[in-house]
């Protein structure tokens, strides 16, 4: 059964910095895109990041570039999202999620949630 964890969240004050892990399980991680979303009280859950399933192409929304970066190493089955300059718009849950490596749409069509981890970014 595939499965993801994040870990890495927790409540940090603006400008600070944090650094997300997402451990997958029950797939061939090599073989798949990873990305990070994120859904902030009241509102849709957002595209936050993304990388291909060799490493080599990032992904990033227009509010997040500059600040966060996404990597992954295959042979440790886990994704990363560092996070710097945080402000208190980045406050959110933040979910790991995988799908089949293809070469469109890599804001959607994810297949595999993670569980959610909290990211509260104070003023």
């Given at each position: 059964q595939v499965q993801l964890v994040e870990s890495g969240g927790g409540l940090v004050q603006a400008g600070g910095s944090?650094?997300?892990s997402c451990?997958?399980?029950?797939?061939?991680?090599?073989?798949?895109?990873?990305?990070?979303f994120r859904q902030a009280p009241g509102k849709e859950r957002e595209f936050v990041a993304a990388i291909s399933l060799s490493g080599v192409s990032t992904y990033y929304a227009d509010s997040v570039k500059g600040r966060f970066t996404?990597?992954?190493?295959?042979?440790k089955n886990t994704v990363y999202l560092q996070m710097n300059s945080l402000n208190p718009e980045d406050t959110a849950v933040y979910y790991c999620a995988a799908r089949r490596g293809r070469r469109d749409d890599y804001e959607a069509?994810?297949?595999?949630?993670?569980?959610?981890?909290?990211v509260t970014v104070s003023s």
């Open positions: 944090l650094r997300l451990a997958a399980s029950g797939l061939t991680f090599r073989l798949y895109d990873m990305g990070w996404i990597s992954k190493v295959n042979a069509k994810y297949d595999y949630w993670g569980q959610g981890t909290q």
